[in-house]
């Protein structure tokens, strides 16, 4: 089980908007670490897609858009697109186990 | 273009060992730190090991503590994993990805290569 808790699913229709939350605990999200989020699209390496909580590489489009409250981060994907469907997963570091973490991940299936 | 390759995967028997190479092109390695992640076949990323730019800074995750060495050579522009006492939890793809520091995000990560531990 990991420590930083997301759904294990979510789902959505062409062009809606879903959120996928990561929850965390006052030694890793709570205590201000970075959360970080990636995308993997099947049979590929993950990539990145938020970092630093609420930013955006070059070349993820803004449908895409992170936040951060308390010991909770959240991503938001707004238009909702067929190739949006991956799995989507949630870092972050805990400073009382030194580890870096990984959310368990959420599959998005786009109905 | 930034490129991970990484290579060396493969088949193995529980106790034996194994060593994993990432290639790295198109940036400044040694301007970089270096890590590993896995992916057990259908389930989750789990960060494996950590490794600063002059491999002055080097961690562990616990489920491989004691049995896994990572290390790199910035002459060869490349990352390795030495992986010991291999059990069959520790089958999965593993990833070699960049990143600045250990909070940093991985910006960018290899294809994978499949390491397989069974009799």
């Known amino acids: 089980q990991s420590v930083l808790t997301q759904p294990p699913s979510v789902s959505g229709a062409p062009g809606q908007r879903v959120t996928i939350s990561c929850t965390g605990s006052?030694?890793?999200?709570?205590?201000?670490?970075?959360v970080h989020w990636y995308q993997q699209l099947p049979g590929t390496a993950p990539k990145l897609l938020i970092y630093g909580d609420t930013n955006r590489p070059s070349g993820v489009p803004d449908r895409f858009s992170g936040s951060k409250s308390g010991t909770s981060a959240s991503l938001a994907i707004t238009g909702l697109q067929a190739e949006d469907e991956a799995d989507y997963y949630c870092?972050?570091?805990?400073?009382?186990?030194?580890?870096?973490?990984f959310g368990g991940g959420t599959k998005l299936t786009v109905l | 273009e930034v490129q991970l390759v990484e290579s060396g995967g493969g088949l193995v028997q529980p106790g034996g060992s194994l060593r994993l190479s990432c290639a790295a092109s198109g940036f400044t390695f040694s301007d970089y730190s270096m890590n590993w992640v896995r992916q057990a076949p259908g389930k989750g990323l789990e960060w494996v090991s950590y490794?600063?730019?002059?491999?002055?800074?080097?961690y562990y995750a616990d489920s491989v503590k004691g049995r896994f060495t990572i290390s790199r050579d910035n002459a060869k522009n490349s990352l390795y994993l030495q992986m010991n006492s291999l059990r069959a939890e520790d089958t999965a793809v593993y990833y070699c990805?960049?990143?600045?520091?250990?909070?940093?995000?991985?910006?960018?990560w290899g294809q994978g290569t499949l390491v397989t531990v069974s009799s």
């Open positions: 490794i600063s730019s002059y491999s002055t800074t080097i």
């Open positions: 990805a960049r990143v600045s520091a250990i909070t940093a995000p991985r910006d960018y």
């Open positions: 870092q972050s570091y805990d400073s009382s186990l030194s580890d870096v973490l």
């Open positions: 006052s030694s890793n999200i709570g205590a201000g670490y970075d």
